[in-house]
């Protein structure tokens, strides 16, 4: 890093503006309006969790239904030709999974709207490939799972209810403001690397002369011991107290 990359360096001219006018402290809110800001809750629309923790208690009711129905009819675990049961087939294997489905969409609702609307985004996508794979599967010795055309249409039909529901007031471009999964943009809190005391003022005047004194050649041996030891540091606060390290060990030598 040469010594004109750090002469060109964008804070490099900001310590004479500062000079010519001291900082003043922002002026504090009236204590009405500090109270009201600090009260101030923003509003949410709480129609977005409604719907998802309600739409995921409406197809685990489904579900499980249709999982007691098989469940208690009689019919066997692995059969590939299974019994009818709200216009689909069923067996044994396909009703134990449809309560477990049921079971892990109630837990997840009584978690809170959050997780289930993460449940249902991953439990949609499961849905769709289970009619993609078992549609290839039908009328073969592979069909574990019992399906027919209507258990098809029945999948494709709750895996994308599910991902509705779930991606609901969460996956968009442009979230609205209230709703409860808007990310509002982070409020820069990093402490400012700008002087804040005469010492650190003048030590940035210093500075600056000192580099202009470098680069037109004039500079004296301080000068360029200081710039030198300034040149391993790219920030203004770092730089700013190598310089005073350097005040520091000369008053303390004489």
Do not use: C
């Not at 109630?106 to 849905?127: C, E, K, N, Q």
């Not at 030590?203 to 000192?210: F, S, T």
């Amino acid at each position: 890093m040469t010594l004109l990359s750090h002469l060109g360096h964008p804070t490099a001219a900001i310590p004479f503006a500062v000079l010519r006018r001291s900082p003043r402290p922002a002026a504090a809110p009236p204590p009405a309006v500090a109270a009201k800001d600090s009260d101030e809750q923003p509003v949410v629309d709480g129609r977005v969790f409604a719907v998802q923790r309600l739409g995921a208690v409406s197809v685990a009711l489904v579900l499980l239904v249709f999982g007691l129905l098989g469940a208690t009819s009689g019919v066997g675990f692995l059969t590939t030709h299974g019994q009818r049961f709200l216009g689909m087939s069923s067996n044994g294997l396909l009703s134990t999974l449809s309560l477990v489905m049921a079971a892990v969409l109630l837990v997840a609702a009584s978690r809170g709207p959050r997780t289930a609307s993460t449940v249902m985004i991953a439990l949609g996508v499961l849905f769709l490939v289970s009619a993609l794979v078992n549609m290839a599967l039908l009328r073969t010795a592979f069909n574990v799972l019992a399906f027919r055309v209507s258990n098809v249409v029945f999948s494709v039909g709750v895996g994308f209810l599910l991902l509705v529901l779930g991606a609901y007031g969460r996956i968009s471009g442009n979230l609205p403001e209230t709703s409860p999964y808007a990310h509002p943009h982070p409020v820069d809190d990093e402490p400012s690397d700008l002087p804040s005391t005469s010492e650190e003022l003048a030590a940035e005047a210093a500075m600056r002369e000192a580099e202009i004194a470098v680069v037109q050649h004039r500079a004296t041996e301080d000068q360029r011991r200081r710039v030198q030891a300034m040149s391993h540091d790219h920030t203004r606060d770092g730089r700013r107290r190598i310089w005073m390290e350097f005040d520091a060990a000369a008053r303390g030598s004489s």
